[in-house]
């Protein structure tokens, strides 16, 4: 009976944990990584011959993310589950290189950091890019060709860590501004001054940024200041001022429509307390009534700390389990560069606040940023293009914009234009 019943507290945390975490549309990694980390020394003499025979050859293949990709092709899972974390943790990892080999070549070829910079920042696309690469000398144009065509993905973290490394050489697009609330790009165009304010969208569901973005709204709304929120972002937030730019419709193809936050998004917030009491009190639900009927039973009081984690991620937005799936994902994969690129956007996007200087040198530089996620990058163009035409026909001279951190430099590129 103790056995059954802690296989079926084990069994149901992750399941749980994972399904709340769909509901802030976080992939769906449950407690397995971190239970992954804390058994995987103890499964290591287990897992030697599968990680000589299935993980060595997946990690050798050309596909940029071999390893979840091997998993889905296998029907073993979806890349996210506990299968995944523990080959993951078996298997050789790749680790962040010193240098970018793109940036050595180039020194070795005497360019300055500022005219590859300045080549990748012109580049239009993936393809461009590999191009102006190419014209400097950095590869030739066969690799250039094949790198765009039939590996763009490896290319796209090439590019991310070369940029990153001579990105200091240039000043940012767009000034950034931490004066309000929500940190924010600054774009002055046609006479209006637009302020996008970026959050990471995961951590919606944090108890600062709530204050945050609520803050901003209060004084917003004070000062009588127009406001546009991404589309969701009013509920998730619990505010009705401002208004909601439906961006998801450029995904079919049409452009975004702007109404005013519903009053009933005030409830949001109390919405998602409600819930977050749900799903904990049934994280409670076992290992309370187990300690009920024995309070000398060690499983119940087992269960009882194993849950005292999903709680916590559960009232503090997920943080750590979004650090933790950012950072696994990428040492899943046999890139360096995709590693070294997490670990510098989990510096610059999942702190306190979004540091938008560091996020500069992350992420890479406009136009040639909108080719990396195409379906983000037409959100991204539908928020502007209905946000700068409304203001212009209203007349307004200064425009807030709040959306995630990923839409906010493509926003206001998009507004610069």
Request: charged content about 20%; proline content about 8%.
């Amino acid at each position: 009976m103790k056995l059954k019943l802690a296989a079926l507290i084990a069994g149901l945390l992750p399941a749980v944990c994972a399904a709340q975490i769909k509901t802030v549309q976080l992939p769906a990694v449950g407690i397995a990584p971190i239970a992954g980390a804390a058994i995987a020394p103890a499964l290591a003499p287990a897992l030697t011959l599968p990680q000589t025979r299935v993980a060595q050859p997946i990690l050798n293949s050309p596909h940029p993310n071999p390893l979840p990709f091997a998993l889905r092709a296998n029907g073993r899972g979806n890349g996210n589950g506990a299968f995944q974390q523990l080959l993951a943790a078996a298997a050789p990892a790749a680790e962040p290189s010193g240098e970018s080999s793109l940036l050595a070549k180039a020194r070795e070829l005497g360019l300055p950091d500022r005219t590859v910079a300045e080549e990748l920042r012109a580049s239009s696309d993936f393809h461009d890019a590999a191009g102006r690469l190419a014209r400097l000398g950095l590869m030739s144009p066969k690799a250039a060709e094949l790198a765009a065509s039939e590996r763009p993905q490896q290319l796209r973290w090439s590019l991310h860590r070369l940029w990153h490394d001579v990105a200091p050489t240039l000043p940012p697009q767009f000034k950034s501004d931490t004066r309000w609330s929500v940190p924010a790009l600054t774009v002055e165009k046609d006479g209006v001054t637009y302020y996008v304010h970026g959050l990471l969208h995961g951590h919606r569901n944090h108890p600062a940024y709530w204050r945050d973005a609520r803050r901003l709204a209060r004084e917003l709304e004070a000062r009588g200041l127009p406001l546009y929120w991404e589309q969701g972002l009013p509920e998730h937030y619990g505010t009705a001022y401002g208004r909601e730019a439906l961006d998801h419709r450029a995904l079919r193809g049409k452009p975004a429509a702007l109404r005013d936050a519903p009053a009933e998004a005030r409830l949001g917030a109390v919405a998602t307390t409600l819930r977050r009491l749900a799903w904990s009190a049934a994280f409670l639900a076992l290992p309370g009534a187990a300690i009920a009927q024995d309070p000398s039973n060690p499983l119940g009081w087992l269960g009882l700390g194993a849950a005292a984690l999903p709680i916590a991620e559960l009232w503090t937005g997920f943080r750590r389990l979004m650090r933790l799936h950012l950072w696994s994902e990428a040492r899943s994969s046999s890139s360096p560069d995709e590693a070294h690129t997490a670990d510098e956007r989990i510096k610059a996007a999942f702190g306190r606040r979004v540091d938008f200087p560091a996020l500069w040198r992350v992420e890479l530089p406009l136009p040639l940023k909108l080719s990396e996620l195409p379906r983000v990058a037409e959100r991204s163009e539908s928020i502007a293009l209905a946000v700068r035409d409304e203001a212009q026909a209203r007349g307004n001279r200064e425009v807030h914009i709040v959306v995630g951190y990923n839409h906010a430099p493509e926003v206001a590129w998009h507004l610069s234009r």
